[in-house]
Structures are given as structure tokens and as C-alpha cells.
């Protein structure tokens, strides 16, 4: 009798143990457990209970969580996980996807500029009367062909385009994105930063734009001013991409500012910085001061003011590339200021603001900066043409606060 009572035992052992976990032999259980003093001791179970078998489990999901030394997370698999997340849709995706590798293009043309011969002048002048270098309209071509052949974007607008061009019929989707598609060019043959800036919309067919200097326009032409013409505040996505010493590409999509550093080793760009916060005040200042004598006579008492040392003992730092996306990056990091103020000789300031100001000031504010004209905020004003300028003050919010309360 009692044979046969140890035979059902057995039995029902070998039943719960193989059935617990298949991939260990029937007869026997290893259990990894922690010793207590941050070891893992491995003993052999034989019990029915299965306590061994859960504290391998345990302690197999903990290392699961310890991230690797290798692990890395690409532009692609961000913008996957926003979309997981429900923060941006499908067709966002895409176009993002689309705007990072034009990014890549122009990255590597910038690289090879003065060996494939793309330095200097194109011999044209664009429509805001600028000569254009032959990258501004090499790189124009590579963003607008990027943009079309994502299959998802309806509208581009962009600063050597004299009006906004809508995408072919069997190509479009819904988006209209705005961009400069290589803004401080004109430090191409020094080799000096320069970058991409873009946004993007949502069509708006409500928007009011003063096209009457363009009468002959056609109807599409004109439903693409009028769907382009929108203020900061309506935009979805913003960002830009500097080629420097790395080529860095910097998104929001107004939940926070993201950095993403291109990764020569394989052509993708890598997150890098992850909510990125512009600091409340800094002690950079970035002006032409080259025009201080076109200036208003406020302007010219608040630089004064910041060259002045003070009680600290220390004035201002002055620093100025003559790259926007090279002067605002910095201020982003390190805080401070960046200003392209109105002067006797360009009334609006020379920033444009659909394509330069609206896009840099949504990312600052996403930042926990500031972007103002010295008066107002700048993603409340209303476009109303499309090559549009305005004065532009921006960066940490004590700051920006000083400079208006100079100009008020």
C-alpha cells in the first residue's frame, strides 16, 4: 500500500513539474534565486509547490528591464511609439519620416559642398530679392521631391518658391508643410553651421490672406495661399536640422522638444536629448550688431544695458553665427537670447514668419521659452502673405520678458 501511495506521488510530481516548465528535463528543476547579497544561487527543486520556478521568473523579468549597454532608439522607432501613443497619426508619420530623410540629403550635399562644386552663387535671385546659392536650390529641390513622393502632403511652401505649390493630384494627402530649406547659406563657402527649419499643418480653409497684388493667380494657386496662411498656434509639428560638426535634427510635436544626432555609422539618427528645457535666463545675447546704428533708440538702451557689467562684475556674452538654427540651438541649450529686431533699413526685421519664426517659436515654448516681435506673441499673429516678415525675439523667458519691457 505504501508503494503504491510513493508510486502516485511520483507520478503526480513528474505531471506538475513538466507541466510548470516544459523546456526542463520531467525529472528535475533548476531555480535561480538571489542569495540575498546581490548573487543569484541555482539549486535544484524538487517539490510540487514551484516556488523555485517563480523566482526564476522573477528575477529573468528583472533582467529584462535592465536596458543594454547597446540598445538605442532611432528617429523611425520614436515616431512609431508617438503613433502607438496616439500623439501623431499614421500620415504624420510619414511626412516626418520623409522631412528627416531630406534632412540626411542635404546633410551629406552641405559635407561635400566644395568638392562637387556646389559653392557660391546659382546666378538667380529669389523671390525675396536674395541671391541664391546653388545649395538653396539644390536643397529646395531634395526637400519639395521628399515631400511629393511621401504621397502625403497636399501643399509646400517654401522660402525660394514664389508662391505655394500643391502637390499633384495623384500624390497629395492632406498635410501642407512649410520650410526653409537651407536657412544661413550663405556661410556654405566658410563651412559654417547652417540648417533646415520646417512645419506642418493641418489644411485650414478659414484663413484670410491678402493676395491682391497677385490677382492673376489661378484657383488653385490661390487655395494654396489662403490653406498656407496660418498662425504658429495652429501648428502640429515643428523643427528643424543643423549640419555642424554633427548633424542634429530637433522635432516637437507639441508634447515636449526632442533631439536626435545623425549616427554616421549607420545613416539614422539616434535620440540623444529627451525634453529638452531652455533654461529660465542665460547671459548670451545673439544680435547683428552690425546694424546698432539702424536701431531704435530702446533697442540701443537694452544692449547697452547687457554690455554693462553691473553690480556681478560680468556683462552680457555676445554671440553670433548668422545661422538662426545655429544661434537659436545654442541659446536653446545654454539660454540667453536670440533677436533679429526691425530697423531703419528692413522695417519687418528680415525672418520670415511663416517658415522661420512660427516654426522656432513653437519649439522654444515647448522648451518653457518664449518667441516674440517685441510685443506680441508671435504664434498668435495672424499671416498675411506668405513671404511675410516680423521682428523676432526669442529664447528663456526671463529674457525675452526684459527685451519688451525695454520696448514697451
Same mark, same amino acid.
Given at each position: ?9 511520483? &507520478? ?23 542569495? %540575498? ?9 524538487? %517539490?510540487?509547490? %514551484? ?45 516626418? *519620416? ?25 546666378? &538667380? ?17 531634395? $526637400? ?25 493630384? /495623384?500624390?497629395? #494627402? ?23 527649419? =520646417? #512645419?506642418?499643418? /493641418? ?11 497677385? &490677382? ?32 542634429? $535634427? ?7 522638444? =526632442? ?6 555609422? =549607420? ?55 548668422? *545661422?538662426?538654427?545655429?544661434? =537659436? ?12 529686431? +526691425? ?23 515647448? &522648451? ?20 511675410? +516678415?516680423?521682428?523676432?525675439?526669442? %529664447? ?13
Amino acid at each position: 500500500m505504501a508503494a503504491a501511495t510513493a508510486t502516485t506521488a511520483a &507520478a503526480h510530481l513528474l505531471f506538475t513539474t513538466s507541466q510548470s516548465i516544459s523546456r526542463f528535463s520531467p525529472f528535475q528543476t533548476l531555480a535561480s534565486c538571489p542569495n %540575498g547579497s546581490g548573487g543569484v544561487v541555482r539549486r535544484r527543486h524538487m %517539490g510540487p509547490r %514551484g516556488g523555485g520556478v517563480r523566482c526564476m521568473a522573477v528575477a529573468a523579468e528583472a533582467e529584462s528591464k535592465k536596458k543594454s549597454g547597446y540598445e538605442i532608439e532611432t528617429l523611425t522607432n520614436w515616431l512609431l511609439k508617438q503613433e502607438q501613443a496616439g500623439t501623431i497619426d499614421a500620415e504624420l508619420t510619414i511626412v516626418i *519620416s520623409s522631412i528627416s530623410m531630406a534632412c540626411k540629403q542635404i546633410a551629406s550635399l552641405v559635407q561635400r559642398a566644395s568638392i562637387s562644386n556646389l559653392t557660391g552663387i546659382q546666378g &538667380a535671385v529669389n523671390v525675396q530679392g536674395e541671391d541664391q546659392k546653388k545649395l538653396d536650390v539644390v536643397s529646395n529641390e531634395v $526637400f519639395s521631391n521628399c515631400l511629393r513622393s511621401s504621397g502625403r502632403t497636399g501643399i509646400i511652401a517654401s522660402e525660394e518658391e514664389d508662391v505655394p505649390v500643391a502637390v499633384e493630384e /495623384s500624390y497629395s #494627402g492632406n498635410y501642407i508643410v512649410v520650410f526653409d530649406p537651407l536657412d544661413g547659406s550663405s556661410n556654405i563657402d566658410a563651412a559654417v553651421s547652417t540648417g533646415s527649419i =520646417f #512645419g506642418i499643418y /493641418s489644411p485650414n480653409d478659414e484663413c484670410l490672406a491678402d493676395i491682391g497684388d497677385d &490677382a492673376e493667380l489661378g484657383n488653385v494657386e490661390q487655395r494654396c495661399v489662403v490653406n498656407v496662411c496660418q498662425p504658429g498656434n495652429n501648428l502640429l509639428a515643428a523643427g528643424y536640422c543643423m549640419y555642424s560638426s554633427s548633424v542634429i $535634427f530637433v522635432i516637437t510635436l507639441g508634447k515636449g522638444v =526632442f533631439a536626435f544626432t545623425l549616427d554616421p555609422m =549607420f545613416g539614422e539618427f539616434v535620440l540623444t536629448q529627451e525634453n529638452v528645457q531652455i533654461p529660465k535666463a542665460g547671459k548670451i545675447y545673439a544680435f547683428n550688431e552690425g546694424n546698432y546704428q539702424l536701431w531704435d533708440d530702446k533697442l540701443k538702451k537694452y544692449i547697452d544695458d547687457l554690455k554693462d557689467p553691473g553690480p556681478s562684475g560680468k556683462p552680457y556674452s555676445a554671440r553670433y553665427i548668422g *545661422s538662426l538654427v545655429g544661434d =537659436f540651438h545654442r541659446t536653446l541649450l545654454y539660454g540667453g537670447i536670440y533677436g533679429y529686431p +526691425r530697423d531703419k533699413k528692413s522695417k519687418n526685421g528680415k525672418l520670415r514668419l511663416l517658415y522661420e519664426c512660427a516654426p522656432m517659436s513653437f519649439i522654444v515654448e515647448q &522648451a518653457g521659452g518664449k518667441g516674440s516681435d517685441g510685443h506680441h506673441r508671435i504664434l498668435d499673429i495672424q499671416p498675411t502673405e506668405i513671404h511675410q +516678415r516680423v521682428p523676432l525675439y526669442i %529664447g528663456s523667458v526671463e529674457e525675452v520678458e526684459k527685451l519688451e519691457k525695454y520696448l514697451a
